[in-house]
């Protein structure tokens, strides 16, 4: 595993975690188990009259809207991205090579503009038909083309509305300059006919009573994608919320400067299969496997199963709520690449 030169101070703690490791990443399971009380997660939300599905965030209004998922470009050329703090669960995934993309789902806030939008791949359309999303892309792989023509989702193709609805940034070179507003978003949608109100299903969240989350450490965590794409994230023990970076580079959002500020990070392990010559990649999402789930600075071993759709947590055959907040989901091809 590669040291860092550098750090910035916000994650000290997670250099001297990395420093110590082997050389072969392994999954740290021999730490004393602890037990995380988060005594005032959902007070406030008591009292309001709905929850957002997503988060399990309290709110004074009904929401009726799709859930609309937009794949965004992770390539070191689209750092930061635009509109990823407004997402309420985020996918990290592989594409080709040791780069991922995101899958942001959009439900209970809608920011001004996202991208760098990027193709989808079938997988992509897999996680967001999950939560009865539309999809936003820009490009396709073969196989996307054909499924998403096949009627396997509502989406929006970059493709047919370049200039249009989706506009190229002069500061960054294509195909890491794609962008779309929200207000072009719904205007897409509406002229291909879709529906745009539809049910959303919840995830399943703490509620108002105190929240005990059992594990072990997990402060200070290094995803390894082939060792050409670091992640990391560190915990915020004021906050009480994870900071995600690529390499030295804090993931922020390019429109605001604000931190990626997640409650809930689950890493998940599936079988990765190459496809051909590019490096196009199946992975298997609904098989089910081992995963870690980071809350609260505790991380807790449990597996992972596709639910309707949905990558939940599961313990001993029972869902393990999240806490209240945004989730991010890493699906690596083994959680040997995990350190914590």
Not at 106 to 112: A, G
Not at 144 to 160: K, M, S, V
Not at 212 to 229: F, L, V
Request: contains cysteine; negative net charge; charged residues 25%.
């Amino acid at each position: 595993m590669k040291k860092r030169s550098k750090w910035m101070a916000a994650v000290a703690a997670l250099t001297m975690l990395v420093a110590c490791q082997n050389d072969e990443p392994t999954v740290d399971i021999e730490e004393e188990e602890q037990v995380e009380p988060v005594e005032d997660a959902g007070e406030v939300e008591a009292s309001l009259p709905y929850t957002y599905p997503l988060t399990g965030v309290g709110t004074e209004e009904q929401l009726d809207r799709r859930v609309v998922g937009v794949t965004i470009n992770n390539h070191p050329a689209a750092r930061p991205q635009s509109g990823l703090t407004s997402a309420d669960v985020v996918y990290e995934v592989l594409a080709e090579g040791e780069v991922t993309r995101f899958v942001a789902l959009y439900h209970s806030q809608l920011p001004e503009r996202v991208g760098p939008v990027r193709s989808a791949r079938p997988y992509f359309i897999d996680l967001v038909n999950g939560y009865n999303g539309m999809l936003v892309i820009h490009g396709w792989s073969p196989d996307a083309e054909q499924l998403l023509n096949g009627g396997a989702a509502d989406f929006l193709n970059g493709l047919y509305y370049d200039g249009t609805l989706f506009e190229r940034s002069s500061e960054r070179q294509a195909p890491h300059n794609s962008y779309i507003t929200f207000e072009h978003i719904w205007e897409g949608f509406e002229s291909r006919n879709y529906e745009l109100d539809g049910p959303v299903p919840s995830l399943d969240f703490y509620e108002n009573e105190e929240i005990q989350i059992a594990g072990t450490d997990g402060k200070a965590i290094e995803i390894n994608y082939y060792d050409r794409n670091m992640v990391q994230y560190a915990f915020d023990e004021e906050l009480g919320l994870y900071h995600r970076f690529n390499g030295e580079e804090q993931t922020i959002d390019d429109e605001t400067d604000e931190p990626i500020s997640l409650a809930n990070l689950f890493v998940v392990e599936a079988e990765h299969r190459t496809l051909d010559d590019v490096g196009r990649r199946a992975i298997d999402l609904t098989s089910g496997g081992k995963g870690i789930l980071f809350q609260s600075g505790i991380a807790s071993e449990v597996d992972w199963e596709n639910r309707d759709g949905q990558i939940i947590p599961v313990k001993d055959g029972a869902q393990v709520p999240l806490t209240p907040g945004q989730t991010w989901i890493n699906i690596v091809p083994a959680l040997t690449s995990v350190t914590y």
